[in-house]
């Protein structure tokens, strides 16, 4: 285990982070996300936060290119948090294992569901820092609606090229466990206005979904929804999955892109075979704000068993997703 370099756990702004083992005044405030993570490599900067081990701020030679959030504040609208041991939603926070019902935590009251996994409320630990590469993980504790134990590991690299984010999940369990990953950046090019961009997911398909935004059946794509060839944000509007997605360099790409040609792409590995995409227009401090959420699952696998996967005692499974600037 390597203790964290001073250089390498900096606040986002000058206010010192919490911790006295990094030098900074233990009497500071600490940001309410936690202990920040910086890492650097060239004109990149890359920002990551202990709470939910969330992407607070990824910079290429100055320019944003994901949504952030203030000291006093923690992610809005789940901003780059990581998702463990589903993304999305579970119908009522209820699903069945072995004939029992199992009851999650609501955490989402005004649609009734059991929302983003177990860990968004939680203080990752920072086991690995380096100038350039981070590895935080934090425990998934037996608890009523999931009774499993698992360990979920995230691994931040950054290159002057792009950021790879690897999620890495154990089972220390003596039984079987269902999972699915997922994580919820917003994207963004500072200087354009997010309405004025172009978005790209080369998805056939899409979920519909009910009142509650549990899916209710898959269907091609059409209208608003067909990304396939680019949208303008400021032209459409929803919160839904797409999947059938095809395949560029053994990897799915969904690109933002500016009128000037500049871009800034998510791309993930083939075990994200779904992407989520919200539209928000009540993100703190834009007019609209974009997240392009790569996911192992769609939204109540607990309950449909799409894209589910179980993890047998003892094994792990791991995949990568990342964000590649397109600014030159």
């Keep these: 285990m390597t203790?964290?370099?001073?250089?390498?756990?900096?606040?986002?702004?000058s206010a010192a982070v919490s911790d006295p083992s990094t030098g900074h005044s233990p009497h500071a405030p600490r940001p309410a996300s936690g202990i920040n993570v910086t890492l650097r490599s060239g004109p990149a900067t890359v920002v990551v936060a202990s709470l939910a081990a969330a992407l607070r701020s990824y910079e290429y030679d100055g320019v944003a290119l994901t949504e952030t959030w203030g000291d006093a504040d923690i992610p809005a609208g789940g901003g780059g948090i990581l998702l463990a041991p589903w993304p999305n939603r579970v119908a009522g926070g209820r699903w069945m294992l072995d004939g029992k019902e199992q009851r999650l935590d609501i955490t989402e009251p005004s649609k009734g569901n059991a929302s983003h996994g177990l860990l968004r409320n939680t203080g990752y630990r920072a086991v690995d820092v380096g100038p350039s590469r981070a590895v935080l993980e934090a425990e998934i504790f037996p608890q009523h609606g999931y009774p499993f134990h698992l360990m979920h590991r995230a691994t931040y690299e950054l290159t002057e090229e792009?950021?790879?984010?690897?999620?890495?999940?154990?089972?220390l369990s003596a039984t079987p466990a269902p999972f699915a990953l997922g994580a919820h950046p917003y994207l963004k090019i500072s200087g354009v206005p997010t309405e004025d961009l172009t978005?790209?997911?080369?998805?056939?398909?899409?979920?519909?979904?009910?009142?509650?935004?549990?899916?209710?059946?898959?269907?091609?794509?059409?209208?608003?929804?067909?990304?396939?060839h680019g949208q303008r944000i400021g032209d459409i509007r929803f919160d839904?999955?797409?999947?059938?997605?095809?395949?560029?360099?053994?990897?799915h790409e969904h690109v933002l892109s500016a009128p000037d040609g500049r871009s800034v792409t998510l791309w993930a590995e083939a075990a994200?075979?779904?992407?989520?995409?919200?539209?928000?227009?009540?993100?703190?401090?834009?007019?609209?704000?974009?997240?392009?959420?790569?996911?192992?699952?769609?939204?109540?696998?607990?309950?449909?068993?799409?894209?589910?996967?179980?993890?047998?005692?003892?094994?792990?499974?791991?995949?990568?997703?990342?964000?590649?600037?397109?600014?030159?």
Excluded at 3 to 13: E, F, R
Excluded at 162 to 171: D, I, M, Y
């Design 162 to 171: 792009q950021l790879t984010v690897t999620q890495h999940l154990s089972n």
């Design 272 to 328: 994200f075979a779904y992407a989520h995409v919200y539209i928000s227009t009540s993100y703190p401090g834009v007019d609209t704000a974009v997240a392009i959420e790569p996911m192992t699952a769609p939204a109540d696998a607990l309950n449909s068993g799409e894209g589910l996967r179980w993890l047998q005692p003892g094994a792990s499974f791991a995949a990568s997703w990342g964000i590649l600037p397109g600014l030159e």
């Design 240 to 251: 839904t999955a797409f999947t059938d997605l095809a395949s560029m360099r053994e990897r």
């Design 3 to 13: 203790t964290p370099a001073p250089d390498a756990t900096s606040a986002v702004t």
């Design 199 to 228: 978005l790209t997911v080369r998805a056939d398909s899409r979920f519909e979904t009910d009142e509650r935004s549990i899916p209710t059946g898959k269907v091609a794509v059409a209208g608003q929804y067909d990304l396939r």
